[in-house]
């Protein structure tokens, strides 16, 4: 178990950089997951970390020990790829105990370990088969347990579920979310999949185009977004964005509305953001943020997406309950003030209110 | 529907299909197949000949039928009985398996560090490789005998078997084969805590033996083959290998065919073993190459 720190951290592929100053610290045993959208250097971090490719400038510590220049093998982390890496011609077993290979340990202790690991993850008999003979989730976590077996400072997991089916992801993602509370080792876990990220992570290291955007927990990072991006990135369905400009009484909306709020520092042009489940359907006679006509109904079982066209753009509302408005319907929709999120339109920085 | 009914429909049915099958005959089949099997004759007429003019005696030898008239093993206890087979089939046999297990090794050792490592000057060095295939034999002969005869190779089974210790073919052939290694594998191994001659040995080389087989079967074949670089390079007979062996059956004033016959018949019996161990690796080894390009 250890510590990671990123210091200015700058990875450049010849003369582009793709990485520009990276600098966060992880606790020791904390699960943190590195969200954001492809090609914002994710893997590229990672991979600076386990020791597979050179770092451009800044410093990467271990455990409080700058691992800069240490090999892969010499820096005790281990690391589970997307698409498993499990050498096919190898038993489970052989491949589990891949990673003992080098260690100074006596074959039956070598061996107790394997049946171990195999145990922790309900697969001792699955120990004697070779990996075509097992299903996508099985041959994940024999590649988990390849890197268990170690049992480094570190894991590292590079999109792990993304080759496995939903169903299967859900259950491998509660899994490994069970395995970092049994051994408490620190974890650094990589996905495009926000869902994954927020389900996952003690704190959610949002980054985009070689920048780190906000760290935070999933409740920080979902009720105060540092900015527009970040707002957008992290929720399902995404946060309405509605531009608005600054007047005497508050802010005023494209379609009219008036938000009767001044954030601090605001500028001329403020955008407002209300996540669909804040939007709610708003009483008769009751005074109205929005107003629209209703354009599409998703059903999704115990709420409804409905999406509302308010003249040049369109908001979701998530409604309960099994009274709906119908297709081309004009409603009314109305937030909680407080759940009103706001932004400078052009520098995209969340201000406070 | 009632039993009958269903049985005479079923009847119906299976007439349907027969009549069917018989219509159904693809023009394109036929002349593919019949193309195919053009190609067989044309394929086996050589080998079915070589057989049967090795069980004829000398003066059938020209009539062309090729079951002989009077079938006899008079030119195989010949031949085995001529202590000098032996001798050139265990030149060939040496300097065949030599070649092959030296070849593979360096081959798929340079193949594998210009796929996989990144170091400049590794196009130009893929290139200078690969230019040395658009050279035939025939015009390395010369240099590689200025060669072997400065280092006084001439005359022993290293100066048959050096030129062909490493091939261009084969590392070209290995290096594509190792691209269809993903890296996660070798990253895997260097974060395990492999080197980097164990993670060629013992990960990458498996994940290609259909390509290792492949290349193994080539190389010996050619190199038991091999005639023009073996017949120059040698003039004592104890190091001849066996196609030049065989020849020196004809030097005498007439050609003796069914010597020359039997002793190739006899020389194909270790390629149909290599052949027969390695088959099922290199049919995997060319669809494998068919599907990756
Ligand atoms: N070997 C390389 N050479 C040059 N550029 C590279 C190399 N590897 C990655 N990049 C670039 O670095 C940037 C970050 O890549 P990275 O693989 O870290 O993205 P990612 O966040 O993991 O994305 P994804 O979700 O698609 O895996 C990308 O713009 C990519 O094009
Ligand atoms: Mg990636």
Known sequence: MATVAFKNLVKAYDKTEVLH??????ADGEFVVFVGPSGCGKSTTLRLLAGLEEITSGD?????????????????IAMVFQNYAIYPHMSVRKNIGFGLRTAKMSKEDKEKRIEEVGAMLSMTELLDRRPAQLSGGQRQRVAIGRAMVRDPAVFLFDEPLSNLDAQLRTQMRLEIKKLHQRVGTTIIFVTH????????ADRIVIMRDGHIQQVGTPTEVYRHPANLFVAQFIGAPSMNLIPGKLVAKGIELDGGALVPVTPIGASANITIGIRPNDLTLAEEGEPALLEGQVSVIEPLGSETL?????????????????ILPKLGETVRLNAPQDEIHFFDSDTEIALKV | MSNSEIKASSQTLETAKTTSSFSNVDPGKVIRWTLLFLGGVVMVMPIVFMISTSLKWPHEIYELSIIPKEPTLENYIYVLEDGRFYQWFWNSLLIATATTISAVIFDSMVGYALCKFKFSGRMFVFVAILSTLMIPTEMLVIPWYIMARDFGWLNSHWGIMFPGMMTAFGTFLMKQFFETVPDDFLEAARIDGLNEFQIWWSVAMPLVTPALSALAIFIFLGNWTAFIWPLIVTNSPHLYTLPVGLTTFSVEQSVQWELIMTGAALATIPTLIVFLLFQRYIIRGVVMAGLKG
């Not at chain 1, 100053?21 to 992880?26: A, M, Q, R």
């Not at chain 1, 999949?193 to 996952?200: G, R």
Request: hydrophobic share 40%.
């Open chain 1, 306 to 322: 409905i999406y509302v066209d308010i003249g040049q753009r369109e908001v979701v509302a998530t409604v309960q309950g099994r």
């Open chain 1, 193 to 200: 999949d926000q869902v994954e990220a927020m389900t996952l």
């Open chain 1, 60 to 76: 990467i510590l271990i455990g409080g020990r700058v691992v800069n220049n240490l090999e892969p093998k010499e820096r005790d």
């Open chain 1, 21 to 26: 100053g990276i600098n966060l610290e992880v």
